[in-house]
């Protein structure tokens, strides 16, 4: 009643908006067909009672679903509850600080900022030309293989008169590895998924610890209590569209998956 592809959606729909739909199908005779799913970026709910549900793939393009066949899955949020909130929603703004993060490490190097300098120049130059010959030489040098070497004749001049400052050196304090640590640990806080699961490598000697007891607690306390609520569509229709195996490792026999005979 319900195939691998159609709960595969169901779940993504779930995880990522907090909101999952199906829709009971139903042959000329009433008899009941297989569900399929309803994307949920699609879907719309409203009616006095919030008991109607339309499908609107586009602004102009909008199907009042029959009243009383959608199964409605929803992550409980505690303003109001016509729909479902992710869970993760805390951890959005360290996402996004990671993105940034990223996307300023990025811009850096693809500007070519990473191998420029700050020439500081503080000795007292002999003649003015000799200062707008050294900056003409400096813009010339610009561009991909076209890095050179300046000379320059400062009679008289102070050891630190002339200072080149690397832009790498700056840019090593903008607190980058900092930033990507930090926003990683808040979302995995925010998802509540052990680190060694996801192949994070461990940046102490001790490492994450057993990784066979961080999936047998993440399976008790997220995978389970997940089963369950999926577990309402049985209670919708009455009878059992979705079946888990229990979960287990190695040799014990395979992982959570749904009965495809169902």
Do not use: C
Request: glycine share 10%; no cysteine; net charge neutral.
């Amino acid at each position: 009643m319900l195939g691998r592809q159609a709960f595969a959606g169901l779940a993504l729909d779930y995880l990522v908006f907090g909101n999952a739909y199906l829709e009971e199908m139903r042959g000329r005779l009433g008899k009941r067909l297989p569900f399929q799913h309803r994307r949920a970026k699609y879907m719309r709910r409203g009616g006095t009672n919030a008991d109607r549900y339309w499908w609107a793939p586009t602004y102009a393009d909008r199907i009042e679903l029959p009243r009383g066949r959608v199964v409605h899955l929803l992550e409980p949020d505690i303003d109001q509850s016509v729909y479902g909130i992710p869970d993760y929603i805390g951890s959005l703004q360290s996402a996004w600080l990671n993105e940034n993060a990223t996307l300023f490490r990025r811009r850096y190097y693809l500007n070519g900022s990473h191998a420029g300098f700050v020439m500081y120049v503080s000795d007292a130059a002999q003649d003015r030309q000799d200062i707008d010959a050294m900056r003409t030489a400096l813009k010339e040098s610009k561009g991909v293989g076209n890095f050179k070497n300046l000379f320059m004749y400062s009679p008289n001049g102070k050891k630190d008169g002339v200072q080149i400052i690397p832009i790498s050196e700056v840019a090593a304090k903008d607190e980058f590895w900092n930033v990507k640590n930090t926003t990683r640990d808040d979302q995995l806080a925010g998802h509540r998924i052990p680190p060694q699961l996801m192949g994070i490598i461990p940046q102490n000697t001790g490492g994450f610890g057993d990784v066979e007891k961080a999936a047998n607690v993440f399976v008790a306390n997220e995978l389970e209590p997940l089963q369950a609520t999926m577990r309402e569509i049985n209670e919708w229709a009455g009878e059992e569209i979705v079946v888990f195996h229990p979960y287990s490792l190695g040799e014990n026999g395979p992982g959570p998956e749904l009965d495809p005979t169902k």
